[in-house]
């Protein structure tokens, strides 16, 4: 039976193992691999940068 390591739980976790990694290089190219990597690293930082609607009805009631 195969066996598989977790899933990473964020974007940001899977864009450090992306870096890190030959994977995408070796299955996309280097240049779209770095563009790749790029737009998603964008994409993580943007995300980290909203307070969502969600984000809001979940912990301002515990602000004073």
């Not at 193992?17 to 240049?31: W, Y």
Request: charged share 25%.
């Amino acid at each position: 039976e195969a066996s598989f390591p977790p899933l990473h739980k964020t974007l940001g976790d899977s864009v450090a193992a992306a870096q890190a990694g030959t994977l995408l290089d070796s299955a996309l190219g280097a240049e779209i691999s770095d563009l790749f990597i790029e737009y998603k690293l964008d994409e993580w930082q943007r995300s980290c940068a909203v307070v969502t609607e969600w984000d809001r009805a979940q912990y301002l009631e515990f602000l004073p």
